[in-house]
């Protein structure tokens, strides 16, 4: 099977850090993430890096997850855009659910990274520490 999943995204980007592939009874879930993602992509312009996506179960355990994570289903990132600031990235995901752009999610924000799944209903968080954060990246 070829490890390409859209235009911009790769099969391989999204498997857990702990080298365990995507399992295939999750990939109708990864799809439909990424046909998300691939709309974020295209509305910014610029490369997306996942640095995290599919989580098994342990890993997830193991990095202290939320135990319903939605990184277990494939239907959640973690993602890093180098020229844009978090807060900025996740604007224009909020930006792009509210247009109906893309499915409605969990959008988190972290001080590095922006989290966005397809659960199919908003749900809105901040990482640690970030609620009070009033620097200038945010
Ligand atoms: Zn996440």
Known sequence: M?????KNFKKSEFKCRDGTKVPERLMENLEELV????????FIGVPMHIISGYRTPSYNK?????????HMKAKAADIVVKTLSPAALRDIINHLIEEGKIKKGGVGLYRK????????????????????????NV
Do not use: A, C, P
């Open 2 to 6: 070829s490890n390409k999943l859209s």
């Open 35 to 42: 046909e998300n993602l691939q709309i974020i992509r295209d």
């Open 62 to 70: 193991k990095i202290g997850g939320s135990t319903k994570s939605q």
């Open 113 to 136: 990274f922006v989290h966005y799944d397809v659960r199919g209903r908003n749900t809105r968080w901040y990482g640690k520490g970030m609620k009070d954060y009033k620097g200038e």
